[in-house]
């Protein structure tokens, strides 16, 4: 059975950094890419990053690029999402979600076919 | 950047209705939409990709078509478990749709 468990998440003042994480069990993780997906409680969903199987290529939503760091360790399973200089805006149920397929911004054939339960980011002072 | 429309935002609905939401891109995505269910509390759900491939496991009633910048989602018969939230995505680059939700009439 796939599984995806973020964790991670919880309060933080503003301006400071969280480092979420993904363990996933169930599938060849080698094999895929794999994605952060946000939603702030009560409202849409909003992609947030994106990583390929090899790590070779990552992509940022515009909201966070810069401030947010995509990384996965086949080695163990896990993605990870470090997010530094949180504001207001940042706070959400942070997924991760398994792709189809193994690079990222690849078009057609490409899905987002597992996710996590989601981990809460709070971001208050 | 390609933005993502649904229309309607909610609908009521009965059980056995046919129901067809719509998804539109501002540029052409050829046939890279997907269609997700969200049910309150719980991640979304994988249903359709490429605009029409059923995932495995989704029953037959859901049907996917579009190619280029309008696409559809139409439930056939409306069954208790589809009241739920819909959002299209798009795989260019990852964009989803604001969600369309449907509840019971």
């Known amino acids: 059975e796939v599984e995806l468990v973020e964790s991670g998440g919880g309060l933080v003042q503003p301006g400071r950094s969280l480092r979420l994480s993904c363990a996933t069990s169930g599938f060849t993780f080698k094999d895929y890419a794999m994605h952060w997906v946000r939603q702030v409680p009560g409202k849409g969903l909003e992609w947030v990053s994106g990583?390929?199987?090899?790590?070779?290529?990552?992509d940022y939503a515009d909201s966070v690029r810069g401030r947010f760091t995509i990384s996965r360790d086949n080695a163990k399973n896990s993605v990870y999402l470090q997010m530094n200089r949180l504001g207001a805006e940042d706070v959400a149920l942070y997924y991760c979600a398994k792709a189809k397929h193994y690079d990222i911004l690849s078009g057609p054939g490409d899905a987002f076919d597992m996710w996590g339960q989601g981990t809460l980011v709070t971001v208050s002072s | 950047a390609i933005q993502l429309t649904q229309s309607p935002s909610s609908l009521s609905a009965s059980v056995g209705d046919r129901v067809t939401i719509t998804c539109r891109a501002s540029q052409d995505i050829r046939n890279a939409l997907v269609w997700y269910q969200q049910k309150p509390g719980k991640p979304p759900k994988f249903l359709i990709y490429?605009?029409?491939n059923l995932d495995n496991g989704v029953p037959s009633r859901f049907s996917g078509s579009g190619f280029g910048t309008h696409f559809t989602l139409t439930i056939s018969s409306l069954q208790p478990e589809d009241f739920a939230t819909y959002y299209c995505q798009q795989f260019y680059t990852y964009t989803f749709g604001p969600g369309t939700k449907v509840d019971l009439k």
């Open positions: 990583i390929s199987w090899n790590s070779e290529t990552e």
């Open positions: 490429d605009a029409s």
